[in-house]
T-cell receptor
Framework: RKEVEQDPGPFNVPEGATVAFNCTYS??????FFWYRQDCRKEPKLLMS???SGNEDGRFTAQLNRASQYISLLIRDSKLSDSATYLC???????????FGTGTKLQVIP | EAGVAQSPRYKIIEKRQSVAFWCNPI?????LYWYQQILGQGPKLLIQ??????VDDSQLPKDRFSAERLKGVDSTLKIQPAKLEDSAVYLC?????WGTGELFFGEGSRLTVL
């Protein structure tokens, strides 16, 4: 089983739609979780951290379910500019190994 | 604040040749990472440094890849000899402290092996 798994998509959604991505992780001792965004042929950039209590940043909501070992990202009112690949990131291990998922590609259609 | 600098941006070589990539992290960042990203995949950690010490190189193909960060600042990743499957973007990232999770990436070095 991969350490971090994501549905690669692509998810093709119309503008204004709500879309959700899930990510599962295998190491129950994982300590912190993040979502990164990567535009085509660009480097990944931090989108948001994922806290145990869940967190929201504008149209973006991240949730963590430790019991089931998954995190989620919800995007409301999708914009064309949201088109990108969303990478799930898990921080685990004694030396804080940072592991990326394969990414989920989102295409928002006019 | 200057970001993570990487060079070269692009490199084309033939298989069995060697190549080196350089990375200068954000000033003051103790942790430096090298990731390999093959087209359509997520970044795969090759090696992680804490200052000038290696904390994880479990996925580094040590028969052909090497990396160093001698003075705890900039770093070099070398591939010798290169194989076709090494074609990828090599991303360098740094973070302020161990385990913060917020990595700052350079623009990457795109390698094509013919």
């Amino acid at each position: 089983r991969k350490e971090v798994e994501q549905d690669p998509g692509p998810f093709n959604v119309p503008e204004g739609a709500t879309v959700a991505f899930n990510c599962t992780y295998s190491n129950s001792a994982s300590q912190s979780f993040f979502w990164y965004r990567q535009d085509c042929r660009k480097e990944p950039k931090l989108l948001m951290s994922v806290y145990s209590s869940g967190n929201e940043d504008g149209r973006f909501t991240a949730q963590l379910n430790r019991a089931s070992q998954y995190i989620s990202l919800l995007i409301r009112d999708s914009k064309l500019s949201d088109s990108a690949t969303y990478l799930c990131v898990v921080n685990s291990g004694g030396y804080q190994k940072v592991t990326f998922g394969t990414g989920t590609k989102l295409q928002v259609i006019p | 604040e200057a970001g993570v600098a990487q060079s070269p941006r692009y490199k084309i070589i033939e298989k069995r040749q060697s190549v080196a990539f350089w990375c200068n992290p954000i000033s003051g960042h103790a942790t430096l990472y090298w990731y390999q990203q093959i087209l359509g995949q997520g970044p795969k950690l090759l090696i992680q440094f804490q200052n000038n010490g290696v904390v994880d190189d479990s996925q580094l193909p040590k028969d052909r890849f090497s990396a160093e960060r001698l003075k705890g600042v900039d770093s070099t990743l070398k591939i010798q000899p290169a194989k076709l499957e090494d074609s990828a973007v090599y991303l360098c990232a740094s973070s302020l402290a161990w385990g913060t999770g917020e990595l700052f990436f350079g623009e990457g070095s795109r390698l094509t092996v013919l």
